[in-house]
């Protein structure tokens, strides 16, 4: 089936620890993006990419990056930076000029 | 950039009853509208989008209208049902550049 894989579904941090959320699409999508969502809100725009080796910040990119070596990849690194890392993260890929399709996302918590 | 806002944050409908659920934007220059529908825990599924060279579009029972003059846009749900229970939102984009996403409507179906 075609779509995107995130992984894991669940993931623990110990506070000052890196941890790496994987984002995987065989849709053959040419742009990937990152989200995160906390209780009650909106999606909020982490980071994007338009096409391989290529990524722009979003509005809430500090703590956070990306890497985009391969089309179909796109894992964002929660680091010890990013302060308040607790939340729900989405991944989501687009091709021109249509929709964006979404994982079934990543739930982080601090512990 | 773009804000997008939502007019109600919750709304209640009965079952078998129309539901509307609207959605405001900041920027002229954005050319393509989508709503999309989430459950608890899962990622956003898409449900209908519009470009802005349309004033409404309809799928099945569900409707999109556009209003270009006040930066509005409105989703129409015919005959809710249990099912349609869930946290809907908008989202805006400028040339698919990148989507700029409302905070939500959480919707509730009374039987």
């Known amino acids: 089936d075609g779509g995107i894989t995130q992984s894991p579904k669940y993931l623990f941090r110990k506070e000052g620890q890196n941890v790496t959320l994987s984002c995987e699409q065989n849709?053959?999508?040419?742009?990937m993006y990152w989200y995160r969502q906390d209780p009650g809100q909106g999606l909020r725009l982490i980071y994007y990419s338009q096409i391989v080796n290529d990524f722009q910040k979003g509005d809430i990119a500090e703590g956070y990056s990306v890497s985009r070596e391969k089309k179909e990849s796109f894992p964002l690194t929660v680091t010890s930076a990013q302060k308040n890392p607790t939340a729900f993260y989405l991944c989501a890929s687009s091709q021109a000029r249509a929709e964006a399709f979404f994982g079934q996302g990543t739930r982080l918590t601090v512990v | 950039g773009e804000s997008v806002g939502l007019h109600l944050p919750t709304l209640s409908v009965q079952e078998g009853d129309n539901s509307i659920i609207n959605c405001a934007y900041s920027n002229s220059a954005s050319d393509y509208f989508i709503w999309y529908k989430q459950e608890s825990g899962k990622g956003p599924q898409f449900i209908i989008d519009i470009r802005s060279n349309m004033d409404k579009r309809q799928g099945q029972r569900v409707t999109v209208l556009l209003n270009k003059t006040v930066k509005h846009l409105s989703l129409q749900i015919a005959a809710t049902q249990p099912g349609d229970s869930a946290v809907y939102f908008c989202?805006?984009?400028?040339?698919?550049?990148?989507?700029?996403f409302g905070s939500g409507t959480k919707l509730n179906v009374k039987p």
């Open positions: 989202a805006v984009s400028n040339n698919f550049n990148k989507f700029y």
């Open positions: 849709l053959n999508h040419d742009a």
